[in-house]
């Protein structure tokens, strides 16, 4: 399977296993829940899917690397402990606790969230001597002498024989006593994941070109030489930095991320290619719908790599557009919930009543103060947990900063009808911003499939782009809520003709 097929499953399991019956107990007991297993390549995400299973569910997430643990860290130190057995005094052996089980104590503890995840990875190149530990852990989720708390689900990781020396591999026992994912590869899947993510257009429409080259490991004189999806994502991001640097990106740089030689020196190049592009397109003015005869012509005439370096620019763009306003909504959503309460709070002040605080009254500005407390405390609680994802935090950022904005109208003096309407002013001008913007993206995307319908027509970049849209979250997110005759209209002929296709070739095989 791949990532997303992995995480699908391990998202079921996560669901299932913390699922209670109505007497409040896990409907499958915590020693009946098989860890989760999965064995995969290293640097294919296995680590992502987890801090993004554990966002989206809004549980605890916590994860370590076994083989940076040694027997004592896993299972505590001994010390020696006085006890009486049949009125007889006797030195015995204790440990103390385990780092791990302590690390969900302590999440658990900061958080507030007594259910979780706990990750480890590469369990099965653990040290000799902690080997056997590992493997108890695994059937009975206990760690010396502690064991993992209620409401914890396991999941595993592992790399396969071939990418590791120092893998064991798990007799049938323990493997009975898991569930086991194997994890391969995947750009398609991957592909969707790097624009959500804001992976650098260079690098999707590198491996776009050549996929081949999207995960690769080979041993040659010179040692082994690697390519993985975690070392495309960590260039991604050290090219933006240079770029916004004036940095100069070359083989230099791009072999501390892309040890393969070979791939390393061709995707040098094409960035280079890649910039031309940059600055001889004007991908603004496509969005915008003004791009000249000129412009037109040229992407008309362009090679395949040209072709769809220019989509992936354009695709760039847009997801940033997309993103934004997707993004936008959610923290609206958030605020206006907000706004709704407040509007109760200034309704009873005005008629004498007020919002309360425990036993005191409070005022508009107290009653979004404590608003704001509520979102900053449910924010560190995330933070805490392991489960607040880039993104998210930069939503909390954005309602946190409307909600400052309206404490300090509700500060001025006046009536609390007349202050709540001061808000709601300033509010209504987000929100009017906000659908300019969202009419400003709808507009973008029309723009560029009329642009595509006069360079190239219904061809394959058409079908391409369509593809992309269909694959990216944001894009579809924002065409759900907001729409696209032309996705639809192209999107809908497109499958007619994989029909009409898959009718021929089935007709073709039959003979007829």
Not at 50 to 61: G, V
Not at 82 to 102: D, H, N
Not at 154 to 164: E, H, I
Not at 440 to 457: C, D, H, I, P, Y
């Amino acid at each position: 399977m791949n990532i997303r097929e992995a995480k699908e499953e391990i998202t079921r399991s996560v669901e299932v296993y913390l699922e209670k019956n109505e007497d409040g107990e896990y409907q499958i007991p915590t020693v009946k829940q098989r860890p989760i297993f999965m064995m995969g390549a290293p640097g294919i995400g296995k680590t992502a899917v987890m801090e993004q299973i554990a966002s989206e569910l809004d549980i605890a997430l916590v994860s370590y690397s076994m083989t940076h643990h040694t027997r004592q860290s896993a299972l505590g130190l001994p010390f020696i402990e006085e006890r009486q057995f049949g009125g007889e005094k006797a030195m015995v052996s204790e440990y103390t606790m385990s780092e791990i089980i302590a690390s969900v104590y302590k999440v658990m503890e900061e958080s507030g969230k007594k259910e979780g995840i706990l990750f480890l990875d590469e369990i099965n190149c653990v040290s000799e001597t902690l080997a056997p530990a590992m493997l108890l852990f695994l059937q009975y989720k206990i760690f010396g002498n502690r064991k993992l708390p209620e409401g914890w689900v396991v999941v595993t990781a592992g790399n396969p024989p071939q990418y590791n020396k120092s893998v064991k591999e798990f007799d049938v026992a323990t493997l009975d006593r898991l569930k086991c994912l194997t994890v391969e590869e995947d750009f398609g899947v991957w592909k969707s994941y790097a624009y959500q993510n804001g992976i650098h257009a260079a690098v999707v429409t590198f491996l776009e070109i050549n996929p081949d080259w999207f995960y690769a490991i080979r041993t040659t004189v010179e040692g082994t030489q690697y390519v993985t999806a975690r070392g495309w994502e960590d260039l991604s991001r050290i090219i933006s930095v240079y770029e916004k640097k004036k940095f100069k990106v070359d083989k230099r740089l791009v072999q501390q991320y892309i040890t393969n030689s070979e791939v390393a020196a061709k995707f040098s190049i094409y960035y280079d290619l890649f910039q031309k592009y940059q600055s001889s397109y004007q991908v603004e003015d496509i969005l915008k719908g003004i791009s000249g005869q000129e412009l037109q012509k040229r992407a008309a005439g362009a090679g395949f790599d040209e072709r769809v370096s220019l989509l992936g620019l354009i695709l760039e763009n847009l997801n940033r557009k997309f993103a934004g306003t997707v993004s936008r909504e959610a923290v609206l959503e958030r605020v206006v919930k907000i706004l709704r309460q407040l509007k109760k709070v200034a309704a009873a002040m005005e008629q004498g009543e007020g919002a309360r605080l425990g036993d005191q009254k409070v005022s508009l500005a107290q009653s979004l103060r404590q608003h704001c407390l509520e979102v900053r405390e449910e924010r560190d609680d995330r933070e805490a947990a392991g489960s607040l994802s880039p993104r998210l935090r930069k939503e909390y950022r954005e309602v946190l900063a409307l909600l400052d904005q309206y404490t300090e109208e509700c500060d001025r003096d006046g009536e609390a009808g007349k202050l709540f309407r001061g808000v709601k002013k300033k509010f209504d001008a987000v929100v009017k911003k906000h659908h300019g913007q969202v009419q400003e993206a709808k507009q973008a995307l029309e723009n560029v499939f009329s642009f595509m319908e006069r360079v190239w027509g219904q061809g394959q970049e058409m079908i391409l782009f369509v593809t992309e849209l269909t694959a990216n979250a944001d894009s579809m997110h924002f065409i759900e809520m907001w729409g696209s005759d032309a996705y639809f209209q192209y999107n809908q002929e497109l499958l007619v003709g994989d029909v009409r296709r898959n009718l021929q070739r089935e007709i073709a095989e039959l003979g007829i």
